[in-house]
Structure formats: structure tokens, C-alpha cells
């Protein structure tokens, strides 16, 4: 007897559809006394599903076939077999699962209505889902685009003034892992529980979402310290940059000269007024001079700082990347 299993969700009863008429269907009857019959049908069976581990997941389907109108001092339902391995061209599974193996067990059941044993064997069909087109067409894309926006958002790309905004980036990124999520929930069994397969989308949202509000952050700091041109404490340049290096500050020396020329004394005093406006407007622009070189060295020491800080957040957000892929990609 040829038959094929069918998952049902939605129904409860075993439907049985057969394939010959009534007038086809004949007996082999030996000289022995033994009569054969056979009876080709395609059998429906329920058969619940546990998807938590979907798209890995292996089910194991209970066919229980039996007589329920005659006990077991009657009829004696047996196997001849204990257990089924698939053969190719004659019970296989198809594109989407994989058969382990059938396993008969025979077992007694007491009816305590009819106050009666019942023979009964159970099949016991072990079928693995095949995983290969969730993982290229959903695991593996959503990966690939979780490691573009974490390149894109970390990766330093302007050495002069603001940092050009990665936001933007950021926020196609996520709308296309949106779209991933909502094909997923398409594709995905409906059931109490989030499966595997969609506990790894959520990981990936949560880890490009905290990239996104890290890479925020840098930007609203970059902003600030641009602006406001302010030095960076010792403690971050020593801890970032490892520089312990102190800034020598150069003083101006007066340098005072002495003449033994007599000069008449209202030459001394337009010597001594132009002497002190040169002075004057030296210090003036001295400090000039040292207020922008301050600012800008202030301003690359900030954008050395930064960067470094992107390298530090483009590793560790990689790093969350590859141990969520590595925990639910099996």
C-alpha cells in the first residue's frame, strides 16, 4: 500500500481518499487459506508542529493505525519491521522536509467504555525540515546588511570639518532589515512563540539599533567639541591616544638693551611710546596665532579621538553581529 502524509493544522480527523473504486478493488486468496487485499489510498493526518527551532527543526509525526471494533483476541495488529529508513523512489520526502526514518510501535490500548484491550501499532515518522532556502534567501542576506550598516556607520569618511552624517544610511539600512522582518513573519509558521528563525531578525534589529544610537552619539559630540573647540581632559588623550605627553608653554623673553649714546630725552619718549605699541601688538598677535593653532589642535586631537572610538564601536558591534549570527545559525 502506497500512501502519502499531509500536515493539517486545522483539522483533527484522519481523512482517507481512495484511489481505486469499490468495483477495482480485489482479494488475493491462496491455497493456504491466507487472503491479501490491497488498498490504495492517500492518507491525511494531523500533525502538530513545535517550530521553536524553525528553520532546524525536526518533527516527529505518531500515525496509529488499529481495529476498534474487534479486541485483540481477534484482531492482532502487527509489523513486520521495527523500523523504515527512506529509499529513494519509493518513500522519500520532498523539497521542503527530509526523511529520518518510520519507526513501528506496537502497543495495547484498554478501552474502559467497551471494558477492552485493542491491538495497535504506531508509526512514528521523523521528518527534518531542509533549512537551505531560509538560510540564502532570509539568514544570510539579514547578515549581510546588518555588516554593510555596521561598516557604513563606523567607517571614517571626512578628516576635515563635521563628519558627514551616516544617519541616513542608517535608517535604509533598517527599513530594508523592516522589510526582511515582515517577509520573514510572511513566511514563518503562526504560532504562541517566536521561532528561531525570528529571534534572529530581532537580535540583528536590536544590535543595528544600538550601532545607530552609538554612531548618534559620536556625531552630537563631534558637533559640540567642533564648535565649541574646547581641549580634550588628559585622561581621554591618555587612555585613547596614549599620549603622555605634557604641552610646553613658550614665554615670551623681554629682552632689555642699554645704550650709552646720549639721546635727547623727548626722542627717548616717542622711543619708549613705540617701543610699548610694538610690544603690545606683538603680544596681541602672539596670542592670536596661539588661540588658532589651539583650536585646531584641539580640533584634530578630538577628530583622532573620535576615530578612534568609530574603530572601537565598528569592532564590537561586528563582534555582536557574528556571536548572534553564530548562536542561531546552525
Not at 532589515?177 to 521561532?195: C, G, N, Y
Not at 596681541?284 to 577628530?303: A, F, K
Request: charged share 20%; aromatic share 8%.
Amino acid at each position: 500500500m502506497s500512501s502519502s502524509v499531509n500536515r493539517k493544522l486545522d483539522s483533527v480527523s484522519i481523512s482517507i481518499d481512495e484511489l481505486l473504486d469499490k468495483d477495482l478493488q480485489m482479494a488475493d486468496l491462496r491455497y493456504s487459506g491466507e487472503i491479501r487485499t490491497s488498498l490504495p489510498a492517500v492518507v491525511s493526518s494531523p500533525c502538530p508542529l513545535r517550530i521553536e527551532n524553525f528553520p532546524y527543526d525536526v518533527q516527529m509525526c505518531n500515525i496509529s493505525m488499529g481495529s476498534w471494533s474487534f479486541d485483540k483476541d481477534f484482531v492482532a495488529v502487527n509489523s513486520s519491521v521495527d523500523i523504515i529508513w527512506p529509499q529513494k523512489g519509493r518513500i522519500e520526502g520532498n523539497s521542503e522536509w527530509e526523511l529520518i526514518s518510520i519507526t513501528m510501535v506496537r502497543s495495547d490500548n484498554y478501552d474502559t467504555l467497551l471494558e477492552s484491550w485493542f491491538s495497535e501499532v504506531t508509526y512514528i515518522v521523523t521528518l527534518k525540515r531542509k533549512p537551505v532556502y531560509y538560510v540564502l534567501v532570509i539568514q544570510a542576506p539579514t547578515f549581510i546588511l546588518c555588516t554593510i550598516t555596521i561598516f557604513g556607520l563606523f567607517t571614517p569618511n571626512s578628516n576635515e570639518d563635521e563628519r558627514l552624517s551616516k544617519v541616513e544610511l542608517c535608517l535604509n539600512m533598517f527599513a530594508a532589515i523592516s522589510m526582511m522582518l515582515q517577509l520573514v513573519s510572511d513566511m514563518m509558521p503562526k504560532a504562541s512563540r517566536l521561532p528561531l528563525l525570528g529571534n534572529y531578525i530581532i537580535a540583528e534589529v536590536f544590535v543595528v539599533t544600538a550601532a545607530t544610537i552609538a554612531a548618534i552619539c559620536i556625531q552630537q559630540v563631534h558637533h559640540h567639541v567642533y564648535m565649541s573647540a574646547i581641549r580634550p581632559p588628559n585622561w581621554l588623550r591618555c587612555l585613547v591616544l596614549c599620549d603622555f605627553k605634557r604641552r610646553r608653554n613658550d614665554s615670551v623673553s623681554e629682552v632689555s638693551t642699554t645704550s650709552s649714546v646720549e639721546v635727547p630725552e623727548q626722542a627717548i619718549q616717542s622711543f619708549t611710546i613705540l617701543k610699548t605699541s610694538l610690544h603690545h601688538t606683538a603680544i596681541l598677535v602672539r596670542d592670536t596665532l596661539q588661540r588658532m593653532s589651539s583650536v585646531s589642535e584641539n580640533q584634530l586631537l578630538w577628530l583622532k579621538i573620535l576615530d578612534k572610538t568609530d574603530l572601537l564601536c565598528l569592532f564590537l558591534f561586528q563582534a555582536a553581529n557574528i556571536v548572534v549570527t553564530v548562536v542561531y545559525w546552525r
